[in-house]
């Protein structure tokens, strides 16, 4: 009978977990703040990150974030210095630099590239070619 509960509980720990990442994976800054809001040690939450997503947790929060800051270039009438503020980043230059390094071009170059132009500011009319696009 216990066994029972406990194989029907599994379930729950599992979505709890995921729920809780989702939850709180913008607000963190790196993954041990992540394992921390979660209320999680950083070995448990690295351990069961790995089980349930199958990646790290690093690639996947770069990951997210990287689509996040895309996501507003593309879809949002925000300025550069306001995407780094909404996407958590510490300064202007941290922001310019995660851009260059990961999305290969900085944010205001980007924006000129890829926003969509119903959104306004620094819309390009020039549509991306897809050798462009392969940012994600």
Same mark, same amino acid.
């Given at each position: 009978?216990?066994?029972?509960?406990?194989?029907?509980?599994?379930?729950?720990?599992?979505?709890?977990?995921?729920?809780?990442?989702?939850k709180?994976?913008s607000?963190?800054?790196?993954?041990?703040?992540?394992?921390?809001?979660?209320?999680?040690?950083?070995?448990t939450?690295?351990?069961?990150?790995?089980?349930?997503?199958?990646?790290?947790?690093?690639?996947?929060? *770069?990951?997210? #974030?990287?689509? /996040?800051?895309?996501?507003?270039?593309?879809? @949002?009438?925000?300025? %550069?210095? &306001?995407?780094?503020?909404?996407?958590n980043?510490?300064?202007?230059?941290?922001?310019?630099?995660?851009?260059?390094?990961?999305?290969?071009?900085?944010?205001?170059? *980007?924006?000129? #590239?890829?926003? /969509?132009?119903?959104?306004?500011?620094?819309? @390009?009319?020039?549509? %991306?070619? &897809?050798?462009?696009?392969?940012?994600?």
């Open positions: 009978e216990m066994d029972i509960l406990i194989k029907l509980a599994e379930p729950l720990h599992q979505y709890s977990f995921i729920d809780s990442v989702f709180h994976h607000e963190a800054k790196d993954v041990k703040e992540l394992a921390a809001l979660c209320g999680y040690s950083y070995s939450f690295k351990r069961l990150f790995n089980t349930h997503f199958h990646i790290s947790p690093y690639k996947w929060m *770069l990951k997210q #974030r990287k689509e /996040q800051v895309m996501y507003l270039i593309q879809f @949002s009438p925000f300025l %550069p210095f &306001e995407i780094a503020d909404r996407c980043f510490s300064s202007a230059g941290n922001f310019n630099t995660f851009c260059k390094k990961h999305l290969g071009d900085t944010p205001g170059n *980007l924006i000129a #590239r890829y926003r /969509q132009p119903q959104f306004g500011r620094f819309a @390009s009319s020039v549509e %991306p070619d &897809e050798e462009s696009t392969s940012y994600l």
